[in-house]
């Protein structure tokens, strides 16, 4: 358990959310936010890159760092770091091209999408590789996160839908790949 905490890849990209959070509060004259996703403007692609690193305030990141700690770690249970951080882009790029497709005109920031691709593969992952691992590994995913999945069925005006819901996609393709 202590190399995977020394080694995951879920550690050091919420310690980087973090940091970019902090030099965007603490310097004076930086705002990160115009760096998100402009949803079909060509000049917001770079956003697909640079959105799941910028968080808008405190309790954005707080809302994405809890899961970004707690579905790594029940993904531990059968799935490698490699996999992980393999996963981490996919989803992040996934979401993020389809936030860029879909989205609305606002800009998106977060790390939102990325944590949906995490439940997305998790909950998937039991269809496509059954096993004890995985099913009990899905069934924890649901009973912590169930409620983030009927999100995808709400549309809020502050939160990016095309963000949560092309990340879960994009888990769910990862797990269709990722079978064995």
Do not use: C
Request: glycine share 10%; charged share 5%.
């Amino acid at each position: 358990m202590t190399r995977l905490v020394k080694s995951s890849p879920a550690f050091s990209y919420i310690f980087i959310i973090w940091a970019v959070f902090w030099i965007d509060v603490i310097l004076p004259g930086i705002n990160f936010l115009g760096f998100g996703i402009h949803p079909r403007h060509i000049s917001g692609l770079d956003g697909i890159l640079w959105a799941p690193f910028i968080h808008a305030n405190l309790s954005h990141l707080i809302s994405n760092t809890i899961p970004l700690l707690v579905l790594p770690a029940i993904g531990s249970l059968s799935m490698t770091n490699a996999s992980l951080l393999k996963l981490v882009i996919f989803g992040g790029v996934g979401s993020g091209l389809g936030t860029w497709l879909f989205g609305s005109p606002a800009i998106v920031v977060g790390a939102s999408g990325v944590v949906f691709s995490l439940l997305g593969y998790l909950l998937a992952r039991a269809f496509y590789a059954p096993s004890v691992k995985t099913i009990t590994v899905s069934l924890l995913s649901i009973a912590l996160y169930g409620g983030a999945v009927m999100s995808l069925l709400t549309v809020l005006p502050t939160v990016s839908w095309a963000a949560h819901f092309w990340g879960f996609v994009s888990g769910v393709v990862f797990a269709s790949i990722h079978r064995r």
